[in-house]
Each structure stands twice: as C-alpha cells, then as structure tokens.
C-alpha cells in the first residue's frame, strides 16, 4: 500500500500548484495531508488618514468582519451551520486572528496559516482528497493573494451595473490583464467546489466591509494599482437585484429608539436620498465601535454614515438592516451643511 503523499503549503505558488493538481484530478493527492506553514496571511495594504503604523478604529469593524468568516467556515463543517453562534469560547480562542500594523507602515497582517489548517482539520471529514485541496486552497488564495483580491474587485464590478464614472473599472481591467490566467482557475475552483461559493461569499462578506469602512480619500493597494476609497464603496454596495430590495448608503440622522419584538430600531433619516424609514440594529452583527457611533449619533443628535438593506414597496421602505456604521469626514459634514442639513 502506498504510503499517502505530503505536502508542504508555504508559499502562495505551492497553493497554486496544488490548486492544478486538484482541477486535473492528479492521482497524488488520494490520501494526500495538507500542511500549511507560516502561509498565508491575510494581507491589506492601505493608504490614508492616520494609515502609518497605527490601526485607526474605522477599521475595526471590518477586521472583525474577517475574523467571522474564519469562525464561520469552521462551524459550517463542525457543526453544519454557517454561524457563529454554536463556537464555543475556547474554539474562538483557537480560531484567533492577531492583526499586526508595522511602525511606519500602512500594512495590516494577520497570520491565517493554523486557522486555516483547523478549518481543514474538520472539512476532511465531509471532503475527498482532491474536494478539501480545491476548498482549502481556493480560501488561502482568495484571501491570501492579490489574485484573490482581483478576482473579488471583477466579481463585485460584475455584479454591480457598469458605472463609467467609477475610477476603479479601469484599475480592475489592469488587474484582470496581469492575473487572467490565476483568476481563470479560480474560477473554475469556485465553479468546482461544492462550498467553493460559500468561500466565496465569506471573503465578499468581509472585502465588502472593508471598502465600507475606507474613508473616500483612503487607498487600498493592490498589484501596484491603487484604488480610490470612494470607487470601491460604490462598487462595495450591493446592487438592487430585485425592484423590491433596498440598499442605500449616505449621511444620516438617528432617533426614536424602541424595543419590540424585532429587537432594538432607530430611526433613520437620510437627507440626500429623502428617505425617512426604521430600521433594525443587530448588536451581534455590528461591532462594539458601531454600536457606539449609533449611540452617539442619537444621544448628540448628529449624522452618521450609514449602510442599510431591506425591502421597499410602492415607494416606501418596509424593511431595513443597519448594516454598517461610521462618522462623517470633516468633508462629508461641510458637504451636508452646504446642502442645509445641518
């Protein structure tokens, strides 16, 4: 009986190789261990205010963002449930990300090696060998490359209706040229993979909320290109698909806070869109700084940027989510003032 094959996952062109072995259904992996090493780390490269060896806290609610994609990954084959809610405390202790911003750099990393191989650890008992290399190397790459940041920008700018004005389709056209050949077999990846998807989703989840969080003058780097934060929220904003879904973004004012059956509602006033309607808040979906910034905005009666979803009907909306929070830049507060929102 042969003995199984090992193989050491340490740099981004062994996922890739692997990555081939397993579209081509290579017989070397029946039985195969994967070991990832120190590789890959969730790398974001950004450019902006208070970005030189400091964390400024808009982006804390999108780093937590990935830190849920990891649990849920791992309860999705633990416990069959892509949630967080059934980890327990100890297995989100393991499951950890330890971002680390370098003095005088504008560089968040965190390693993604040892999550990734406990994620493994419980995919392999639902997965053949070639399923769990596909899977496993697919999530390394799209988080661990700028291959797989490419491959999220073209798959945000697809789903998005085309908007010529939008400095970063040209940037992404550049992208898409340099990696056409890698974002090929990823997408063949995702289109072979059974959670292929769902990994997909997991990273659009967090990437979204990312570009969410960037001030409009903020840079995300990637490949050398850089992309302005104002493009990548208008592409980060999820489109309206249907004409009863509802997703807006822009300043606004909070008020009449209730408790009722759907949990904790404010309501929410957006000048620029003339849209006056409740939404719900989602303490467990929101981080502690969000919730704070609700608060604040409701307490001190000032405007907020907000994010929300949901459902309109015959004009009006029936349903929201706030999806995500921040505080306006000194240019969106002159902005509304000269608008006479103030």
């Not at 070397?28 to 208070?50: C, H, M, T, Y």
């Not at 499951?95 to 560089?107: A, I």
């Amino acid at each position: 009986m042969a003995e199984p094959s090992f193989f050491m996952v340490k740099s981004e062109d062994d996922a890739w190789q692997l990555l081939e072995m397993a579209l081509r259904k290579d017989s070397r992996l029946q039985g195969a261990q994967l070991n990832f090493s120190n590789w890959p780390k969730l790398e974001i490269v950004l450019k902006g205010r208070d970005l030189e060896g400091t964390l400024p806290s808009r982006y804390l609610p999108a780093l937590q963002e990935y830190q849920e994609s990891v649990f849920k990954l791992y309860s999705l084959f633990r416990y069959r449930e892509y949630s967080v809610r059934r980890l327990k405390d100890a297995e989100k202790q393991e499951l950890e990300l330890v971002f680390k911003v370098e003095k005088g750099s504008s560089e968040f990393l965190a390693p993604f090696a040892e999550a990734l191989q406990k994620i493994g650890l419980e995919a392999a008992a639902r997965m053949n060998p070639q399923q769990l290399t596909i899977f496993l190397c697919l999530v390394a790459l799209l988080v661990g490359s700028g291959v797989g940041w490419a491959r999220w920008l073209k798959y945000k700018e697809d789903k998005n209706a085309k908007d010529s004005s939008n400095k970063a389709v040209d940037a992404i056209a550049k992208l898409a040229q340099e990696y056409a050949a890698r974002d090929a077999m990823l997408i063949k990846a995702i289109a072979n993979s059974r959670v292929g998807k769902i990994a997909m989703e997991s990273v659009d989840e967090a990437n979204t909320r990312l570009a969410l969080s960037m001030d409009p003058d903020d840079k995300l780097v990637v490949g050398g290109q850089k992309l302005e934060g104002s493009d990548l929220r208008k592409l980060a904003t999820a489109p309206r698909q249907n004409s009863d879904r509802f997703s807006e973004e822009g300043p606004a004012f909070l008020s009449s806070v209730e408790n009722n059956f759907k949990g904790v509602v404010v309501g929410v006033r957006m000048p620029s869109k003339d849209y006056t309607f409740f939404a719900k808040v989602d303490s467990t979906r929101l981080a502690q700084e969000e919730v704070n910034c609700i608060s604040q905005a409701i307490f001190k009666k000032k405007p907020i940027w907000i994010h929300v979803e949901g459902k309109v009907r015959h004009g009006k909306v029936t349903e929201a989510l706030v999806y995500s929070v921040r505080d306006l830049t000194q240019k969106e507060r002159k902005l509304l003032k000269e608008e006479g929102d103030d």
